[in-house]
């Protein structure tokens, strides 16, 4: 199956109105460690074709767009599947948007480290001499994944568009043991993707993050009550969730948004204004890429400028839908340095906050309770280390008091302070 045929089998559909073909290639160097071991390297090379086919028809005396996406690899019955795919298609009746055409006009992103692409078996052992080299005082490497990834896309759609792109993509990911006696043991576990080995970083993360297990041996609950919190480190990956997928298309359309245009964002505002972007070209983002699914142009958004929402983020269905811009999806997060150092949002006593099991606002109430993996309590010149317990809380409500520091730090998809401060949250522990 080669994507000229499957071109040709799709435009020979009765009825498609329009369709968009994705090609994804991906190749994928492998190795798996125990216990400093090397357990096993493997070589995956994956294929597949993406076909989504869209069908006008009247529903209800009222023009709709029927849609059906069909999942093709290797072996399987092409044409078999495209025509049970558009009869599926005449099950869905959407509102009509229109595919992006030809013509448009594509920003330069970094998305490609070049070594690492053309010796991925040199970068899997320099990876490897990285992990191991590093003694670790009192903990073992459990076990560690370490992925090296090509990928490469190739879309085309039925207003005649072509887009191609390609990235690198370095995974890994380790567990550390530590150990005090025969029965009391603490783990720590680690992963960070990135896709230029420049940024990996790993002996600084994973002396780190020995540092966490070996504290988790110590960790007590934290202690109940309404605190000052300070987030860095994993917590910034999700802590501006809610903002993004409120400022969304689909929250918009779907009634289910607290945003309006022209308007603040947080009301009754006491601390810092909220400055937040979306940034497709950030080198090195995780997010990064010049074209969305729908080969979309992307470009840097303001979306909340000095607490004001600016304007929604769209992917070309939900601007048709809404009849506004498309700017596509949300990508790189990036949030405005404040005014203070980190070491000045650290005002004790207070409650720094690193690692949760999980920390996912309720995208339409803002809500969110996040158990507590790895974190601090502050007083009076000591560090406690905590575990377990929760923090919670209400999003806009907990953002009418929050302060950033002007230092900053880039992760996999975010790009702001290094450290935010939220002057009242609630603590549950003791």
Known sequence: MTLKDLTSWVQSLPGVSAWEIRQLWKKSYQRYFIFDQIESQRLVETEKFIVTLYKKYEYQRKKVLGESTVSLSEGDNA????????????????????????????????????????????????????????????????????????????????????????????????????????????????????????????????????????????????????????????????????FCLQSSGPACF????????????????????????????????????????????????????NNIFQKRMNSKRYADYLEEEATGEFSNIEVAPGSKSSKDLFEVPCYHLLRFSTFDPNPVTGAFSGEIRTGYFLQDGQKIPIKGGSVSGIMQKAFKEAFFSRERIQREAYLGPEAVRIERLDIAGI
């Open 79 to 242: 044409k078999e599947r495209l025509d049970l795919g558009l009869e599926m298609a005449a099950m869905v009746a959407n509102p009509i948007f229109h595919l992006p055409g030809k013509g448009l006009s594509y920003g330069q992103v970094q998305t490609v480290d070049p070594e690492v692409r053309d010796h991925p078996l040199f970068y899997l052992d320099r990876i490897q001499e990285d992990l191991l080299k590093m003694p670790l005082k009192k903990v073992k490497r459990s076990s560690v994944e370490v992925f090296i990834e090509k990928k490469e896309i190739f879309l085309i759609n039925s207003n005649r568009l072509e887009k191609e792109g390609a990235s690198t993509e370095i995974i890994v990911d380790f567990v550390l043991l530590s150990e005090k006696g025969p029965s009391l043991e603490g783990e720590c576990q680690g992963a960070k993707r990135t896709r230029f080995y420049q940024d990996l970083h790993l002996t600084e993360m994973v002396q780190r993050y020995a540092q966490y297990a070996r504290e988790a041996l110590e960790a007590r609950l934290p202690r109940e009550g309404s605190y000052p919190v300070v987030f860095s480190e994993e917590a910034l990956d999700t802590l501006f969730n809610f």
């Open 254 to 305: 779907q009634n289910w948004s607290n945003l309006a245009i022209g308007q603040p964002v947080i009301s009754d505002l006491k601390g810092e204004a909220l400055n937040l972007s979306s940034n497709p070209c950030l080198p090195g983002g995780i997010k990064s890429r010049a074209f969305d699914d729908n080969g979309l142009p992307l470009y840097g958004v303001n979306v909340i400028q």
